[in-house]
Protein backbone atom coordinates (compact mmCIF):
# COMPACT_ATOMS: atom_id res chain seq x y z
CA UNK A 1 0.00 0.00 0.00
CA UNK A 2 1.21 3.25 -1.05
CA UNK A 3 0.81 6.64 1.28
CA UNK A 4 0.87 10.04 0.18
CA UNK A 5 3.13 12.43 2.41
CA UNK A 6 2.40 16.52 2.77
CA UNK A 7 3.62 18.92 5.16
CA UNK A 8 1.28 21.70 6.59
CA UNK A 9 1.67 25.16 4.76
CA UNK A 10 3.51 26.26 8.20
CA UNK A 11 5.85 23.61 8.80
CA UNK A 12 6.89 23.72 5.36
CA UNK A 13 9.96 26.31 6.23
CA UNK A 14 10.81 23.68 8.93
CA UNK A 15 11.56 21.14 6.72
CA UNK A 16 13.24 23.20 4.22
CA UNK A 17 15.66 24.48 6.65
CA UNK A 18 16.92 20.95 7.72
CA UNK A 19 19.85 20.08 6.81
CA UNK A 20 23.11 17.65 6.89
CA UNK A 21 22.39 14.42 9.18
CA UNK A 22 19.02 15.53 10.12
CA UNK A 23 17.51 16.24 7.05
CA UNK A 24 18.70 12.94 5.56
CA UNK A 25 17.26 11.01 8.39
CA UNK A 26 13.90 12.70 7.99
CA UNK A 27 13.76 11.85 4.12
CA UNK A 28 14.11 8.32 5.43
CA UNK A 29 11.45 8.38 7.77
CA UNK A 30 9.45 9.83 4.86
CA UNK A 31 10.42 7.14 2.64
CA UNK A 32 8.97 4.69 5.62
CA UNK A 33 5.83 6.32 5.87
CA UNK A 34 4.93 5.99 2.57
CA UNK A 35 5.15 2.49 2.29
CA UNK A 36 4.24 1.68 5.64
CA UNK A 37 2.08 4.34 6.92
CA UNK A 38 1.23 4.30 10.95
CA UNK A 39 4.02 1.15 11.63
CA UNK A 40 6.29 3.60 10.58
CA UNK A 41 5.10 6.20 13.61
CA UNK A 42 6.34 6.00 16.71
CA UNK A 43 4.15 6.68 19.20
CA UNK A 44 0.17 8.22 19.50
CA UNK A 45 -0.77 11.12 21.06
CA UNK A 46 -3.75 12.54 22.06
CA UNK A 47 -4.98 15.76 19.58
CA UNK A 48 -4.62 19.06 20.92
CA UNK A 49 -8.12 20.54 20.05
CA UNK A 50 -9.54 17.19 22.05
CA UNK A 51 -10.94 15.31 18.53
CA UNK A 52 -10.50 11.76 17.62
CA UNK A 53 -7.90 13.01 14.97
CA UNK A 54 -4.96 10.65 14.25
CA UNK A 55 -1.55 12.10 15.83
CA UNK A 56 1.52 10.59 16.11
CA UNK A 57 4.97 11.78 16.93
CA UNK A 58 8.26 10.17 15.62
CA UNK A 59 11.61 10.29 16.35
CA UNK A 60 13.97 10.75 13.38
CA UNK A 61 16.97 11.77 14.68
CA UNK A 62 18.87 12.67 17.65
CA UNK A 63 16.24 14.73 19.28
CA UNK A 64 14.89 16.09 16.31
CA UNK A 65 11.00 15.05 16.24
CA UNK A 66 8.29 15.40 13.70
CA UNK A 67 4.41 15.67 14.19
CA UNK A 68 1.75 13.45 11.88
CA UNK A 69 -1.52 13.78 11.15
CA UNK A 70 -3.14 10.93 9.66
CA UNK A 71 -6.28 11.62 7.16
CA UNK A 72 -8.71 9.44 4.73
CA UNK A 73 -7.42 7.65 1.66
CA UNK A 74 -4.22 7.09 2.87
CA UNK A 75 -3.11 10.76 3.17
CA UNK A 76 -0.23 11.85 5.80
CA UNK A 77 0.51 15.27 6.95
CA UNK A 78 3.96 16.29 8.66
CA UNK A 79 2.56 18.79 10.76
CA UNK A 80 5.20 19.66 12.79
CA UNK A 81 9.28 18.92 12.71
CA UNK A 82 11.59 20.06 14.85
CA UNK A 83 14.13 19.34 18.03
CA UNK A 84 12.33 18.42 21.16
CA UNK A 85 13.51 20.37 24.21
CA UNK A 86 11.89 18.70 26.97
CA UNK A 87 14.13 17.08 28.82
CA UNK A 88 12.45 14.64 30.87
CA UNK A 89 14.75 15.72 33.56
CA UNK A 90 14.11 12.75 36.57
CA UNK A 91 15.80 15.15 38.87
CA UNK A 92 12.81 18.26 38.95
CA UNK A 93 13.74 20.91 41.97
CA UNK A 94 10.69 19.86 44.18
CA UNK A 95 8.45 17.33 42.41
CA UNK A 96 10.61 14.60 43.34
CA UNK A 97 9.99 15.73 47.15
CA UNK A 98 6.44 14.29 46.82
CA UNK A 99 7.08 10.65 46.42
CA UNK A 100 4.04 9.59 44.83
CA UNK A 101 4.40 11.88 42.35
CA UNK A 102 8.25 10.94 41.34
CA UNK A 103 7.14 9.75 37.92
CA UNK A 104 6.37 13.66 36.87
CA UNK A 105 9.34 14.62 34.47
CA UNK A 106 10.45 10.58 34.09
CA UNK A 107 9.88 9.57 30.37
CA UNK A 108 6.71 8.49 29.80
CA UNK A 109 5.88 4.57 29.83
CA UNK A 110 4.33 2.66 27.38
CA UNK A 111 3.95 4.81 24.94
CA UNK A 112 0.95 3.64 22.87
CA UNK A 113 2.14 2.91 19.19
CA UNK A 114 1.26 5.09 16.02
CA UNK A 115 -1.68 2.51 14.76
CA UNK A 116 -3.16 2.08 17.95
CA UNK A 117 -6.46 3.66 19.38
CA UNK A 118 -5.62 6.63 21.74
CA UNK A 119 -6.08 6.25 25.31
CA UNK A 120 -9.52 7.82 25.71
CA UNK A 121 -10.00 7.91 29.22
CA UNK A 122 -11.23 11.36 30.55
CA UNK A 123 -8.55 14.02 31.76
CA UNK A 124 -8.84 16.33 34.20
CA UNK A 125 -6.88 19.39 32.51
CA UNK A 126 -6.62 21.09 35.44
CA UNK A 127 -4.39 18.38 36.43
CA UNK A 128 -2.37 18.13 33.43
CA UNK A 129 -1.50 21.85 33.92
CA UNK A 130 -0.56 21.34 37.45
CA UNK A 131 1.73 18.63 36.22
CA UNK A 132 3.54 20.52 33.69
CA UNK A 133 3.79 23.28 35.90
CA UNK A 134 5.59 21.45 38.54
CA UNK A 135 8.30 20.05 36.02
CA UNK A 136 10.72 22.58 34.93
CA UNK A 137 10.54 25.62 32.71
CA UNK B 1 -5.11 39.83 66.49
CA UNK B 2 -7.12 43.01 66.53
CA UNK B 3 -10.66 43.02 68.38
CA UNK B 4 -12.46 43.48 64.79
CA UNK B 5 -10.44 40.34 63.65
CA UNK B 6 -11.46 38.34 66.80
CA UNK B 7 -15.31 39.35 66.12
CA UNK B 8 -14.91 38.08 62.94
CA UNK B 9 -13.47 34.91 63.47
CA UNK B 10 -16.01 34.53 66.27
CA UNK B 11 -18.87 34.93 63.77
CA UNK B 12 -17.14 32.60 61.53
CA UNK B 13 -17.05 29.89 63.59
CA UNK B 14 -20.83 30.41 64.83
CA UNK B 15 -21.52 30.02 60.90
CA UNK B 16 -19.43 27.07 60.41
CA UNK B 17 -21.25 25.57 63.63
CA UNK B 18 -24.32 26.19 62.32
CA UNK B 19 -24.05 24.86 58.95
CA UNK B 20 -22.11 21.78 59.95
CA UNK B 21 -25.34 21.11 62.41
CA UNK B 22 -27.58 22.21 59.26
CA UNK B 23 -25.39 19.16 57.39
CA UNK B 24 -25.65 16.81 59.62
CA UNK B 25 -29.74 16.79 60.37
CA UNK B 26 -29.95 16.73 56.53
CA UNK B 27 -27.43 13.66 56.11
CA UNK B 28 -29.91 12.26 59.16
CA UNK B 29 -32.77 12.91 56.93
CA UNK B 30 -31.53 11.68 53.78
CA UNK B 31 -31.58 14.83 51.79
CA UNK B 32 -28.38 14.72 50.53
CA UNK B 33 -29.64 17.70 48.22
CA UNK B 34 -29.47 19.86 51.18
CA UNK B 35 -26.45 18.37 52.72
CA UNK B 36 -24.32 19.55 49.60
CA UNK B 37 -25.98 23.49 49.87
CA UNK B 38 -25.19 23.06 53.44
CA UNK B 39 -21.33 22.27 52.66
CA UNK B 40 -21.07 24.77 50.24
CA UNK B 41 -22.49 27.33 52.84
CA UNK B 42 -19.95 25.50 54.84
CA UNK B 43 -17.36 26.06 52.48
CA UNK B 44 -18.25 29.95 52.14
CA UNK B 45 -18.04 30.27 55.47
CA UNK B 46 -14.06 29.18 56.01
CA UNK B 47 -13.13 30.84 52.76
CA UNK B 48 -14.36 33.97 54.25
CA UNK B 49 -12.23 33.22 58.05
CA UNK B 50 -9.72 31.96 55.96
CA UNK B 51 -5.84 34.02 56.37
CA UNK B 52 -4.43 36.49 53.94
CA UNK B 53 -1.33 34.94 54.39
CA UNK B 54 0.63 31.58 55.70
CA UNK B 55 4.58 31.42 56.95
CA UNK B 56 6.59 28.80 54.81
CA UNK B 57 6.82 26.32 57.16
CA UNK B 58 3.19 25.93 57.44
CA UNK B 59 2.69 25.97 54.26
CA UNK B 60 4.97 22.95 53.66
CA UNK B 61 2.89 20.57 56.38
CA UNK B 62 -0.18 21.50 54.59
CA UNK B 63 1.01 20.78 51.47
CA UNK B 64 3.26 17.50 52.77
CA UNK B 65 6.48 19.12 51.45
CA UNK B 66 9.75 19.91 52.75
CA UNK B 67 10.15 23.67 53.28
CA UNK B 68 13.12 23.76 50.19
CA UNK B 69 10.25 22.45 47.92
CA UNK B 70 7.96 25.41 48.87
CA UNK B 71 10.18 28.22 48.26
CA UNK B 72 11.09 26.77 44.82
CA UNK B 73 7.68 26.13 44.17
CA UNK B 74 7.34 30.04 45.53
CA UNK B 75 9.57 30.93 42.86
CA UNK B 76 8.65 29.54 39.77
CA UNK B 77 5.20 31.14 40.57
CA UNK B 78 3.27 28.07 42.02
CA UNK B 79 2.48 29.88 45.07
CA UNK B 80 1.94 33.89 45.48
CA UNK B 81 4.74 35.21 47.50
CA UNK B 82 3.31 38.32 50.07
CA UNK B 83 6.48 39.12 51.58
CA UNK B 84 10.24 37.87 50.71
CA UNK B 85 12.06 38.22 54.43
CA UNK B 86 10.62 36.37 56.47
CA UNK B 87 8.99 34.79 52.90
CA UNK B 88 4.79 34.50 53.71
CA UNK B 89 2.62 32.90 51.20
CA UNK B 90 -1.11 33.54 50.02
CA UNK B 91 -3.02 31.58 51.79
CA UNK B 92 -5.36 30.88 48.63
CA UNK B 93 -2.68 29.65 46.41
CA UNK B 94 -1.38 27.27 48.79
CA UNK B 95 -4.64 26.01 49.46
CA UNK B 96 -5.55 25.80 45.56
CA UNK B 97 -2.12 23.99 45.57
CA UNK B 98 -3.14 21.45 48.41
CA UNK B 99 -5.98 20.92 46.58
CA UNK B 100 -4.77 19.15 43.71
CA UNK B 101 -1.67 17.54 45.17
CA UNK B 102 -4.55 15.79 46.67
CA UNK B 103 -5.85 14.65 43.83
CA UNK B 104 -2.79 14.37 41.94
CA UNK B 105 -1.83 11.73 45.21
CA UNK B 106 -5.25 10.34 44.85
CA UNK B 107 -4.95 9.60 40.52
CA UNK B 108 -1.26 8.38 41.66
CA UNK B 109 -2.43 5.50 43.44
CA UNK B 110 -4.00 3.94 40.45
CA UNK B 111 -0.81 3.20 38.13
CA UNK B 112 -3.52 3.31 35.01
CA UNK B 113 -5.24 6.35 35.31
CA UNK B 114 -1.63 7.96 36.67
CA UNK B 115 -0.20 7.05 33.20
CA UNK B 116 -2.65 8.25 31.26
CA UNK B 117 -2.61 11.70 33.07
CA UNK B 118 1.24 11.67 32.78
CA UNK B 119 0.98 10.59 28.44
CA UNK B 120 -2.06 14.04 28.42
CA UNK B 121 0.69 16.26 30.01
CA UNK B 122 3.56 14.82 28.04
CA UNK B 123 1.26 15.10 24.95
CA UNK B 124 0.50 19.09 25.76
CA UNK B 125 3.89 19.67 26.17
CA UNK B 126 4.62 18.13 22.80
CA UNK B 127 1.98 20.54 21.42
CA UNK B 128 3.35 23.20 23.24
CA UNK B 129 6.18 23.60 21.27
CA UNK B 130 6.08 26.57 18.72
CA UNK B 131 4.47 26.05 15.47
CA UNK B 132 2.96 22.80 16.78
CA UNK B 133 -0.43 23.90 17.28
CA UNK B 134 -0.58 25.46 13.61
CA UNK B 135 0.95 22.51 12.16
CA UNK B 136 -1.98 20.61 12.95
CA UNK B 137 -4.70 23.12 12.42
CA UNK B 138 -2.96 23.62 8.86
CA UNK B 139 -3.14 19.65 8.52
CA UNK B 140 -6.94 19.10 9.63
CA UNK B 141 -7.65 22.30 7.40
CA UNK B 142 -6.48 20.89 4.53
CA UNK B 143 -4.01 24.07 4.01
CA UNK B 144 -1.00 21.57 3.00
CA UNK B 145 2.05 21.19 0.37
CA UNK B 146 3.79 18.44 -1.16
CA UNK B 147 7.19 17.39 0.02
CA UNK B 148 9.55 18.09 -1.86
CA UNK B 149 13.44 17.17 -1.45
CA UNK B 150 15.37 19.77 -2.67
Known sequence: MKYTVTVAARASPRVKALRGKAKDKFWDAVNRLEHEGCAAGHYRMRAPDGSDAHVCGLRFYADWRMHLVFGENNEIVVSWVGQHTDKENPHIDGATDVPEMADIGRPRKDQPPCCDEPDKAPIDQRLVDRINALRPA | ?150
Open chain 2, 1 to 150: MTKREQRALAAGFITLEDTLHRTEDALANGTVEQALSELQETQHAIAAMQPAEIAVAQAATALGVSEPTVRAWARRGLIDVIRERPMTLAFGTVVDLRRDLQRLRETASSEKRWQSLLAAAADQREFAQDGAREGFADALAGNTEPLTRA
